[in-house]
């Protein structure tokens, strides 16, 4: 059973467009990061959250990070065809030690 | 150059056989992870390590046997394959203070 759930599990949709991907836990963590994999890489760090009720934006990507610190959101503004890609969420324990990640969404993005 | 490497990116192996993926990280960090991708699975944490000679199991051990006799090399033995351990492994270490994941660029495992 997966820690964290994250839904959809695929969205392909057109350039322009506004997105929202989500991760859910039963758990609360101390942090939530959020990950973009591109094909035969490993993932990247894109942001991280500490606080309940934070909001990170990163140019079009704002990223929420629950009250109770459960849960996590990723919005993209205007998706463009750079955004495709394997989006991953990763909740971290006490000191920023063990991550467990989300089954991720897998983004297309077309022209 | 400074970073995390794996080998081999590719193995392909039979049944039964032991095989071992190593990791290397020059940073110095002090966090390493062994994670498995798999389709619809996401990455899943095998072992991980806080230190030299300080190791404890994550969601998926079973099957796999780690150890850390120095801080910058992580292997990750697989001591008799079987074909469930198809898959993506990636290594990983953490920046401390940040606590971001930097992760290598993968071992692709075929078990026959």
């Known amino acids: 059973t997966q820690l964290l759930e994250q839904s959809p599990q695929f969205l392909s949709i057109q350039e322009g467009e506004n997105l929202t991907v989500y991760c859910n836990s039963s758990s609360v963590f101390s942090s939530l990061q959020w990950y973009r994999q591109e094909p035969g890489e490993g993932p990247v760090l894109l942001v991280t959250v500490v606080t309940g009720g934070e909001v990170k934006k990163l140019k079009r990507l704002t990223f929420q990070f629950g009250d109770a610190r459960k849960d996590s959101s990723l919005h993209i503004t205007a998706a463009q065809p750079g955004d495709t890609g394997l989006y991953l969420c990763a909740g971290g324990g006490y000191n920023f030690n063990k991550f467990y990640f989300g089954s991720g969404t897998k983004l297309n993005v077309k022209p | 150059d400074a970073g995390i490497t794996q080998s081999p990116r590719y193995k392909i192996t039979e049944t039964g056989r032991q095989v071992t993926l190593m990791c290397h990280q020059t940073?110095?960090?002090?966090?390493m992870f062994w994670y498995r991708q798999d389709l619809g699975h996401g990455l899943r944490l095998i072992y991980y390590?806080?230190?030299?000679?300080?190791?404890d199991k994550g969601e998926v051990p079973d099957g796999y046997v780690v150890s850390r006799s120095k801080t910058e090399n992580f292997p990750l033995t697989l001591e008799s394959a079987t074909r469930s351990q198809t898959s993506v492994y990636f290594c990983a270490s953490s920046e401390p203070n940040t606590g971001e994941l930097f992760f290598g660029e993968g071992s692709r495992l075929t078990v026959l």
């Open positions: 390590s806080a230190a030299a000679d300080i190791t």
């Open positions: 940073w110095s960090h002090s966090y």
